[in-house]
Each structure stands twice: as C-alpha cells, then as structure tokens.
C-alpha cells in the first residue's frame, strides 16, 4: 500500500509535527511499509486464536488479606509538619 505525500502531510499536521520537506519521501515509505505490514496481519485467520490478556500465561500474584490492627497512629503523625488534637493540620482554602 502506497501513501500519497499528501496524507502524509495532513498526518504530521494533524499530530501538529514539523516534518521537514527533504524527510517526507523517507517518512512516506517508512509509514508505507509499516501499514503493509499489518495488512499481512489482517490477512491471518484468527477465528480458533483464543484472546489472552497477557503475552505469557501466569496467574496474578496475591498475597493473603489479613487484618493487622496495630496502633501506628503516633508514627504517622510524626512526619506531619503541623498536627492537631490527633490529627494532621492542614490551612484553611475556603471561607
């Protein structure tokens, strides 16, 4: 498939990129190529192919959800530049 230099003129202002005029003949080919070669993609049969999610078949790690009740509240707070009756301090932004 053959791109006019045109089209990709159009495409470059579109995307709002400065393609030089001594680069279009190079980028039209290169941009040609690219789109013959997914229409030999197009050309496969995929109809048994199974969609997948992931290139390689591994279960998602997890890690076991345990409830941990633990008093870190004073080790949170201590980082915080301005605390207040046990809470973190924060300006004012309406009136």
């Known amino acids: 498939m053959s791109i ?10 579109l995307a709002r990129l400065h393609v030089d005029e001594a680069t279009l003949p190079a980028l039209t080919e290169q941009l040609s190529n690219i789109l013959n070669l997914v229409n030999q993609l197009n050309e496969l049969d995929t109809q ?4 997948m999610s992931h290139a390689v078949d591994m279960p998602t790690p997890e890690r076991p959800d345990i409830v941990v009740n633990t ?7 201590a980082n915080a530049p301005d605390v ?12």
């Open 71 to 77: 008093q870190r509240k004073e080790a949170l707070l």
């Open 4 to 13: 006019p230099i045109e089209t990709v003129r159009h495409v470059a202002a």
């Open 48 to 51: 048994d192919v199974v969609p």
């Open 84 to 95: 207040a009756q046990g809470h973190f301090q924060v300006p004012k932004i309406i009136e």
